[in-house]
């Protein structure tokens, strides 16, 4: 599967110099599938109407079945194709509206789970089977499903749901989850309800789990990075038993404890848009696990669990959304790629909907139809590679999704070569011991730089040095998208690399781990790519790596501390050999070659 979203773009002006999407052309009228299915049937009747001994009039009913059925054919497809479920672009002509289209798979877009799931009354809801016909969704109780697992409750980090009407009490500030109780018969009696809760999951060693919280943890973690602290899930509420009314002899009808949105809907704001609770948990506001962690975990679980909203509204939850200018930044910068609307603070979203239900009333209850929550993993990490085995789609049709919406094309590749060096030889970060420090540039990175255009630019090679943060978003994507040479120190300023046009080099500047650290999954005297776990499931670029084995390698980046002093994670910039760097950039080279 090549990808699972092929974005749309907004109409481009004739002075782009890459051809805009627009109207595409498709396979065929019938679509691929469809219509290889079709041309096999008729080849079957074919040889049915035209084998020996075959009457002129079975002959002439078979043909006129087959005009009918091939008209019916053409305009079944062809309605597949226009609903967008299926189609598959083969050029690059101008796309005329923001929808998205499916490509290889169908995803419900904009369609609540209820809208599509079995809901059936329960028998046990009357025990004289007398059934009335239900509706799809009567928000009486409360849905989950999930991606991750079901056998284990440490599984949180891993773990992303949908939830169906649950409930936010405004007051008493909790997350509600409404359970139907089942009615049980006792010597003909038809008894209160049986107020046993029912398994929500199954631990292989615990045995059957009742409730969404286990020891002070909740069901799903917000943050691959603050497990426990930014935990979440709701309430399994209480059963409530109303005043028993008499209702036919030896038996009694027992209220339910059902949802406010079906017991009290006009105190009760209901919401009918999908939602989804986030966290933004690193504080250094690093580029990597902003985009490709926390804010994608948006787009990769609306996709993992076919929960695809174009109106999804996104709420910031443990703490407001940060106000720091960086965080600012990258979420004006990303954030549309995800959904049209801005992010919100929960609470203060939560509040003012309240406020504002029925004319100003007030609810004591805000209730969500759909509700996403979890899926923000570890991606980066040594030892947590496996988190993107597969996810290789989500991360590209992302990517290709941010350059859409800053009016890039994604498809388009540059004509001429440029390298790019990353310049964080100057850049200032937090140290570790809280002051302000250089750390994992490229000491000497004028020579390098010096060298290389001695060697290429007479070549009709560009060579450019950047500062990336000195850059607008705008601009730093349409310089990488321009670059076929990448050549950047690991770290948070390399995660730009998805956004290189397809079959482009990227030079990547390892360190050298002495220890080994259990927390990243590094072991010692290995050459470490810092971001390897990640990158080694973007396959539309090409990766070397510049290896770093000793402390001739190396310069310390703290005043005072020798290199052997120092933390080689974080505290060195490496001495880059200039023949060995261009021996990988003639690599590249050759590989790019016509």
């Known amino acids: 599967m090549s990808s699972i979203y092929a974005h749309n773009f907004k109409r481009r002006t004739s002075s782009s110099s890459f051809p805009a999407y627009g109207a595409p052309r498709r396979q065929s009228a019938f679509g691929s599938r469809g219509g290889a299915r079709f041309l096999g049937i008729i080849g079957t009747v074919r040889g049915l109407t035209f084998r020996q001994g075959s009457s002129a009039f079975f002959k002439l009913s078979l043909v006129l079945a087959i005009i009918l059925l091939s008209l019916r054919f053409t305009r079944f497809f062809a309605a597949a194709n226009d609903r967008g479920s299926a189609s598959v672009y083969t050029d690059s002509t101008d796309r005329t509206n923001h929808t998205e289209v499916l490509v290889d798979m169908f ?30 969704n009567t928000r009486r109780f409360s849905h989950f499903r999930c991606l991750g ?18 409930c936010y009490d405004v007051e008493g500030k909790e997350w509600l989850y409404y359970v139907m109780p089942t009615m049980t018969m006792w010597f003909g009696f038809q008894s209160r309800p049986d107020t046993k809760l029912k398994p929500i999951l199954f631990d292989s060693v615990r045995g059957e789990r009742f409730g969404f919280w286990e020891e002070g943890l909740g069901f799903i973690g917000l943050s691959g990075f603050t497990q426990g602290a930014t935990d979440w899930g709701p309430t399994v509420s209480k059963f409530r038993t109303a005043n ?88 004006d ?84 070569h440029k390298i790019v060096f990353t310049n964080k030889t100057e850049t200032l970060k937090k140290a570790i011991d809280g002051g302000l420090t250089k750390n994992r540039g490229i000491s000497n990175l004028a020579e390098l730089v010096n060298f290389v255009r001695a060697k290429y630019a007479g070549l009709g090679v560009v060579v450019e040095v950047v500062e990336w943060q000195k850059l607008p978003m705008k601009a730093q994507l349409e310089l990488m998208h321009s670059t076929t040479i990448f050549i950047s120190p690991s770290g948070g300023v390399s995660t730009l690399l998805p956004f290189l046009p397809e079959g482009a080099h990227a030079i990547l500047i390892d360190y050298y781990e002495r220890n080994g650290v259990l927390y990243y999954g590094t072991a010692a005297g290995h ?15 090409k990766k070397q790596y510049y290896q770093v084995w000793e402390a001739k390698d190396l310069v310390s980046d703290v005043p005072g501390k020798t290199v052997e002093e120092c933390d080689w994670r974080y505290e060195v910039s490496t001495v880059v050999d200039l023949r060995r760097m261009d021996t990988l950039i003639e690599a590249a080279f050759e590989d790019m070659e016509a």
Request: hydrophobic content about 40%; some cysteine; aromatic content about 8%.
């Open 244 to 331: 028993c009314e008499p209702t036919a002899i030896f038996s009694m009808k027992v209220r339910q404890s059902a949802s406010p949105a079906s017991t009290s809907p006009s105190t009760t704001a209901i919401l009918k848009t999908a939602h989804a609770l986030f966290h933004l948990a690193v504080h250094d506001d690093n580029l990597g696990h902003l985009l490709w962690e926390e804010m994608g975990a948006l787009w990769y679980s609306m996709v993992r669990l076919n929960v695809f909203s174009s109106e999804l509204v996104a709420m910031h939850t443990v703490g407001p959304l940060p106000d720091r200018a960086l965080n600012r930044k990258f979420r």
């Open 527 to 541: 050459s470490i790519s810092m971001e390897a776990p990640l990158w080694n499931h973007v396959p539309h670029v």
């Open 333 to 416: 910068a990303f954030f549309a790629a995800l959904t049209p609307r801005a992010p919100v603070s929960f609470d203060e979203y939560v509040a003012e909907t309240a406020r504002a239900h029925g004319g100003g009333a007030g609810a004591s209850h805000v209730c969500f139809d759909q509700l996403m929550v979890g899926g923000n993993m570890l991606r980066f990490f040594q030892n947590r590679d496996w988190h993107n085995m597969g996810h290789e789609p989500l991360f590209y049709s992302l990517r290709n999704r941010v350059l859409g919406v800053h009016g890039i094309d994604p498809r388009q590749v540059p004509q001429r």
């Open 107 to 136: 995803l419900s877009v904009n369609q609540p789970f209820n809208e599509r799931s079995v809901r059936i009354m329960s028998p046990l809801s009357d025990p004289t089977g007398k059934l009335e016909p239900g509706v799809k």
């Open 149 to 166: 697992d079901d056998n284990n409750i440490d599984g949180r980090a891993e773990r992303a749901c949908v939830f169906e009407n649950v």
